[in-house]
């Protein structure tokens, strides 16, 4: 029964599609189908018998925890499923059928991820389970293998009829799959009519689509277009889709190609509209070392029986878990009625709304925020988006009451704050409030250090939905900053209410160490000022390479619902010319960065209510897409950043801070763009016309900038850019890793120069030339991720020798960050000429550690800085 492209395979669906309903209408239980498709490492060639060790037999032999008991049965055959079939196709196309067993692989004698997922579901899906496994090896998702919506809107341009033609194994994986849902009763030995139910999709590949430089740059994008093609062509629009990474060698592979592919797999989880229904999971773990497997064919996992029962097991418990949470999302989505996000997040897109700091200080009362209230209102800005009133510091009186709870300073609050939030309630708003973690404030009022439930409560209980956690005295605590954040997050959800938690720490690094985990923003910069270098200085630390190594290309990869970068509050409406606070405005809404006006609405002339208010700008910050705009170009005080959105189309910043009256063009090369496109002012709000390949905005005087939309509404999404893979910046599983050969999650104060002094020499400490290192100038914090994995930190310092006579400087390596973290090693106070210090300390289960270089204007060298795993 071999299959046929069937020419008008388009159409054939909707036919098809109807079909199913009658099918499933017809029977009470419809079988279960999942569809397992991809290339050879789907095909599986986990060999049963060759090799010496890692084939099946010997996999089932040592099996010491009785995991694979199942595969054999009661004679020591291959166990065969009597609920699970399989319809699968191998290395040379042709179709194998029948009860699950081993031996479903690319071959006879081999055996893909099938095995251990249709264990998976079978237990769980019980009656009937098909799989349908369609898998054809040295394919590439750019060409035979590509998506027809990734081509154009309308597809193909020519029906692919031939294996090299564009899109032809997808085309092939469809009709194959209707054959069988077609002719259930040749596939399903005892199928009774019962009809079928697509349940999921998995999809794992080989490396071919990381050969050709192209077909490597297109994947992100063609693997989203796959699974939105799938889903429209299966007629499932919400079917759950899980990918197994492609895993390569394991953790040890480093070709910038191989991990690109592999981080566009995980960047598929991250997608919003894929949140919750697409799933994936990273196989580099289940990689075995050659001499432990069959055979030595790395990109076949080495042909190791065990790594793909490990990503059979790991697809199908992703799958299961992404149905269970899909089912009980969607009632969920039922029950609150939204219509366009997951509600699962408090902020999908930025937060916006308006902050009493900037504006007044500590200067804040009733009245002044009761007529903030109203006049978010009055202006339009609460229907442009400002969801937000948000109190800070010094709202609160200088002692708590004989409970121990927060009070409202009477004079500025007569009627205590709950009165304050439904005010601002019955005005359509949210309420924000401003505590500390400190057991001070910033202004040195209570602050909530042991107070953290009872505060949580009294937040809850006044109605607030917002709650901006500041750092100050927070490093008398005695926690590492994510232990502070897990009392409050536990807080908070103990109180029932959801609230909105900012972390504000004045950009420690919350990105680095999970902040995401407890809040929805963090801070990535110091305090905002109302002048444009202040503004600069902050926006750099978000959307340039100021907080982080230069290969983040700013922090947009952390970004995403529930996970913004903040440098800090606005001064739009403060800075000293309406260019300037249009500029402003218009890098935060590149950086999708949390809005929180910070003028005085009172006094606030109409240009400035403009600005803030502009809704192509606005519109921008809030895509829902989610992309954090990225810096492509910086050049002489010229810089352009991007942002693509979920349209299809990309927002493009173009921006002069010069002196200089200059001209800025962006190529569409630059932005994932290509040939004619248009070009809409997003100020203006005007339409400039087409443009073939690039764009010029000319004259801009200093400060001035121009922001555009560029491409055509509806067209294929535009790539972003490729994540740093995580394994840049964590140390590997095991080995000796030398802290300059990886990248650090975040920095503050003069960076480290890699492998030299500070000045660029080699580093030398006492008689011992280093060749790796870190040259640090005072201060310099460097933050980098260990994972858990390493066992000790060892290096030896000195102070340099070019260092000011009798200057003094000081190394330390804490746990995490400095504002809240505790110290593992100090050298004390060390003067140049002080012989050098060998560390060697324990970091056993760390996840991150701090090197932190302090003094005045005095240069210091980490010789070796090195972590060793041991396992
Ligand atoms: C810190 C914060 C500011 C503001 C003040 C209030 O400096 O970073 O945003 O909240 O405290 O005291």
């Given at each position: 029964m071999k299959t046929q492209i069937n020419s008008c395979f388009k159409n054939s669906f909707f036919v098809l599609i109807t079909l199913f309903f009658v099918l499933k209408a017809s029977a009470q239980e419809p079988i279960k189908v999942f569809i397992l498709a991809g290339q050879s490492n789907m095909q599986g060639?986990?060999?049963m018998e060759k090799g010496e060790k890692g084939n099946l037999n010997w996999v089932v032999n040592n099996d010491k925890t009785g995991k694979y008991k199942h595969l054999r049965d009661a004679n020591g055959d291959w166990a065969k499923r009597d609920d699970v079939y399989i319809y699968a196709t191998d290395k040379f196309d042709s179709i194998k059928s029948g009860k699950l067993s081993a031996g479903y692989g690319a071959f006879a004698t081999t055996i893909g991820p099938e095995l251990e997922f249709g264990r998976?579901?079978?237990?769980?899906?019980?009656?009937?389970?098909?799989?349908?496994?369609?898998?054809?090896?040295?394919?590439?998702?750019?060409?035979?293998?590509?998506?027809?919506?990734?081509?154009?809107?309308?597809?193909?341009?020519?029906?692919?009829?031939?294996?090299?033609?564009?899109?032809?194994?997808?085309?092939?994986?469809?009709?194959?799959?209707?054959?069988?849902?077609?002719?259930?009763?040749?596939?399903?030995?005892?199928?009774k009519g019962e009809g079928y139910e697509i349940s999921g999709f998995a999809w794992h590949q080989g490396w071919n689509d990381r050969v050709n430089k192209e077909a490597n740059k297109a994947y992100e994008k063609n693997l989203a277009h796959l699974i939105k093609d799938v889903r429209s062509d299966l007629g499932t629009p919400n079917l759950p889709v899980v990918i197994a990474t492609t895993g390569m060698k394991g953790w040890e592979d480093k070709d910038p190609r191989a991990l690109s592919i592999m981080n566009a797999q995980l960047a598929m989880a991250k997608y919003p509209e894929f949140k919750n229904n697409v799933s994936v999971v990273d196989t580099r773990d289940f990689y075995k070392e050659r001499p432990d497997s069959p055979a030595n064919q790395f990109y076949h996992w080495n042909r190791n029986a065990e790594s793909y029962l490990l990503i059979g097991e790991s697809l199908g418990k992703a799958m299961v878990d992404l149905k269970a949470k899909q089912t009980a999302n969607n009632v969920l989505q039922l029950i609150r009625n939204v219509a366009r996000y997951d509600s699962d997040f408090l902020t999908p897109t930025p937060p916006v709304g308006w902050n009493s700091w900037n504006a007044f200080e500590k200067d804040i009362d009733e009245n002044k925020i009761k007529q903030i209230a109203d006049i978010m209102v009055s202006s339009g800005m609460r229907d442009a988006g400002y969801k937000y009133l948000v109190l800070d510091d010094a709202w609160m009186a200088a002692e708590r009451n004989e409970n121990g709870q927060l009070v409202a300073d009477s004079i500025k609050f007569p009627n205590g704050m709950k009165a304050v939030g439904d005010y601002i309630h019955s005005k359509g708003l949210k309420y924000g409030i401003y505590e500390c973690r400190g057991d001070l404030t910033c202004q040195?009022?209570?602050?909530?250090?042991?107070?953290?439930?009872i505060d949580m409560q009294s937040f809850a209980d006044w109605g607030v939905d917002y709650i901006k956690l500041d750092a100050c005295f927070a490093k008398k605590n005695g926690r590492l900053s994510s232990e502070d954040f897990d009392v409050y997050h536990k807080a908070i959800l103990k109180t029932g209410r959801s609230m909105v938690l900012s972390i504000s720490d004045f950009g420690s690094g919350a990105?680095?160490?999970?902040?995401?985990?407890?809040?929805?923003?963090?801070r990535t910069s110091g305090d905002i000022f109302p002048r444009i270098q202040s503004v600069y200085r902050c926006a750099e630390t978000s959307g340039g390479d100021g907080a982080s190594h230069p290969a983040f290309n700013g922090l947009w990869q952390f970004a995403g619902p529930d996970s913004w970068n903040d440098p800090d509050m606005l001064q739009v409406g403060n800075l000293k010319s309406i260019t300037e606070d249009k500029v402003h405005f218009s890098l935060w809404s590149i950086l999708a960065a949390p809005i929180m006006a910070g003028n005085d609405l009172r006094k606030?002339?109409?240009?400035?209510?403009?600005?803030?208010?502009?809704?192509?700008?606005?519109?921008?910050?809030?895509?829902?897409?989610?992309?954090?705009?990225?810096?492509?170009?910086?050049?002489?005080?010229?810089?352009?950043?991007?942002?693509?959105?979920?349209?299809?189309?990309?927002?493009?910043?173009?921006?002069?801070?010069?002196?200089?009256?200059?001209?800025?063009?962006?190529?569409w090369e630059q932005i994932g763009?290509?040939?004619?496109?248009?070009?809409?002012?997003?100020?203006?709000?005007?339409?400039?016309?087409?443009?073939?390949?690039?764009?010029?905005?000319k004259s801009l005087e200093k400060h001035e900038h121009l922001l555009i939309k560029v491409g055509t509404v509806g067209s294929p999404l535009v790539a972003g850019p490729t994540p740093v893979s995580e394994d840049k910046y964590t140390v590997p599983k095991s080995g000796t890793t030398y802290l300059s050969d990886i990248y650090y999650m975040a920095k503050k104060g003069n960076?480290?120069?890699?492998?030299?002094?500070?000045?660029?020499?080699?580093?030398?400490?006492?008689?011992?030339?280093?060749?790796?290192?870190?040259?640090?100038?005072?201060?310099?914090?460097?933050?980098?991720?260990?994972?858990?994995?390493?066992?000790r930190f060892q290096a030896t310092v000195q102070i340099d020798r070019s260092s000011p006579k009798d200057s003094i400087g000081r190394f330390q390596v804490m746990v995490e960050e400095k504002f809240g973290g505790r110290v593992l090693f100090d050298s004390g106070k060390m003067k140049r000429g002080d012989k050098p210090v060998e560390i060697d300390i324990d970091v056993i289960d760390l996840e991150f550690i701090l090197l932190d270089f302090s003094g005045k204007k005095v240069f210091g060298n980490w010789g070796d800085p090195k972590v060793i795993s041991n396992n």
């Amino acid at each position: 029964m071999k299959t046929q492209i069937n020419s008008c395979f388009k159409n054939s669906f909707f036919v098809l599609i109807t079909l199913f309903f009658v099918l499933k209408a017809s029977a009470q239980e419809p079988i279960k189908v999942f569809i397992l498709a991809g290339q050879s490492n789907m095909q599986g060639h986990g060999e049963m018998e060759k090799g010496e060790k890692g084939n099946l037999n010997w996999v089932v032999n040592n099996d010491k925890t009785g995991k694979y008991k199942h595969l054999r049965d009661a004679n020591g055959d291959w166990a065969k499923r009597d609920d699970v079939y399989i319809y699968a196709t191998d290395k040379f196309d042709s179709i194998k059928s029948g009860k699950l067993s081993a031996g479903y692989g690319a071959f006879a004698t081999t055996i893909g991820p099938e095995l251990e997922f249709g264990r998976i579901v079978g237990d769980e899906y019980g009656n009937k389970v098909l799989l349908i496994k369609t898998t054809w090896g040295g394919k590439s998702i750019n060409v035979d293998f590509r998506p027809p919506s990734s081509v154009s809107d309308s597809g193909y341009v020519s029906l692919p009829s031939k294996p090299k033609d564009t899109g032809y194994y997808y085309v092939k994986m469809l009709s194959d799959i209707y054959e069988v849902l077609d002719n259930l009763h040749d596939y399903v030995p005892d199928y009774k009519g019962e009809g079928y139910e697509i349940s999921g999709f998995a999809w794992h590949q080989g490396w071919n689509d990381r050969v050709n430089k192209e077909a490597n740059k297109a994947y992100e994008k063609n693997l989203a277009h796959l699974i939105k093609d799938v889903r429209s062509d299966l007629g499932t629009p919400n079917l759950p889709v899980v990918i197994a990474t492609t895993g390569m060698k394991g953790w040890e592979d480093k070709d910038p190609r191989a991990l690109s592919i592999m981080n566009a797999q995980l960047a598929m989880a991250k997608y919003p509209e894929f949140k919750n229904n697409v799933s994936v999971v990273d196989t580099r773990d289940f990689y075995k070392e050659r001499p432990d497997s069959p055979a030595n064919q790395f990109y076949h996992w080495n042909r190791n029986a065990e790594s793909y029962l490990l990503i059979g097991e790991s697809l199908g418990k992703a799958m299961v878990d992404l149905k269970a949470k899909q089912t009980a999302n969607n009632v969920l989505q039922l029950i609150r009625n939204v219509a366009r996000y997951d509600s699962d997040f408090l902020t999908p897109t930025p937060p916006v709304g308006w902050n009493s700091w900037n504006a007044f200080e500590k200067d804040i009362d009733e009245n002044k925020i009761k007529q903030i209230a109203d006049i978010m209102v009055s202006s339009g800005m609460r229907d442009a988006g400002y969801k937000y009133l948000v109190l800070d510091d010094a709202w609160m009186a200088a002692e708590r009451n004989e409970n121990g709870q927060l009070v409202a300073d009477s004079i500025k609050f007569p009627n205590g704050m709950k009165a304050v939030g439904d005010y601002i309630h019955s005005k359509g708003l949210k309420y924000g409030i401003y505590e500390c973690r400190g057991d001070l404030t910033c202004q040195n009022l209570p602050g909530s250090f042991e107070h953290e439930e009872i505060d949580m409560q009294s937040f809850a209980d006044w109605g607030v939905d917002y709650i901006k956690l500041d750092a100050c005295f927070a490093k008398k605590n005695g926690r590492l900053s994510s232990e502070d954040f897990d009392v409050y997050h536990k807080a908070i959800l103990k109180t029932g209410r959801s609230m909105v938690l900012s972390i504000s720490d004045f950009g420690s690094g919350a990105w680095a160490w999970g902040g995401k985990n407890y809040g929805q923003l963090w801070r990535t910069s110091g305090d905002i000022f109302p002048r444009i270098q202040s503004v600069y200085r902050c926006a750099e630390t978000s959307g340039g390479d100021g907080a982080s190594h230069p290969a983040f290309n700013g922090l947009w990869q952390f970004a995403g619902p529930d996970s913004w970068n903040d440098p800090d509050m606005l001064q739009v409406g403060n800075l000293k010319s309406i260019t300037e606070d249009k500029v402003h405005f218009s890098l935060w809404s590149i950086l999708a960065a949390p809005i929180m006006a910070g003028n005085d609405l009172r006094k606030m002339s109409d240009e400035v209510k403009d600005i803030i208010t502009a809704k192509e700008v606005l519109a921008i910050n809030q895509d829902p897409r989610t992309h954090q705009g990225y810096r492509v170009y910086e050049k002489d005080s010229i810089e352009i950043y991007n942002k693509p959105l979920s349209d299809g189309t990309t927002a493009v910043l173009m921006l002069n801070k010069g002196e200089k009256v200059s001209d800025i063009t962006v190529f569409w090369e630059q932005i994932g763009l290509a040939g004619k496109q248009p070009v809409r002012d997003l100020w203006l709000e005007k339409d400039l016309g087409e443009f073939s390949e690039s764009f010029t905005a000319k004259s801009l005087e200093k400060h001035e900038h121009l922001l555009i939309k560029v491409g055509t509404v509806g067209s294929p999404l535009v790539a972003g850019p490729t994540p740093v893979s995580e394994d840049k910046y964590t140390v590997p599983k095991s080995g000796t890793t030398y802290l300059s050969d990886i990248y650090y999650m975040a920095k503050k104060g003069n960076a480290p120069v890699e492998d030299k002094t500070f000045h660029g020499e080699k580093i030398k400490i006492g008689r011992k030339k280093f060749k790796k290192g870190l040259g640090v100038k005072s201060n310099a914090e460097m933050m980098y991720r260990l994972n858990g994995r390493a066992d000790r930190f060892q290096a030896t310092v000195q102070i340099d020798r070019s260092s000011p006579k009798d200057s003094i400087g000081r190394f330390q390596v804490m746990v995490e960050e400095k504002f809240g973290g505790r110290v593992l090693f100090d050298s004390g106070k060390m003067k140049r000429g002080d012989k050098p210090v060998e560390i060697d300390i324990d970091v056993i289960d760390l996840e991150f550690i701090l090197l932190d270089f302090s003094g005045k204007k005095v240069f210091g060298n980490w010789g070796d800085p090195k972590v060793i795993s041991n396992n």
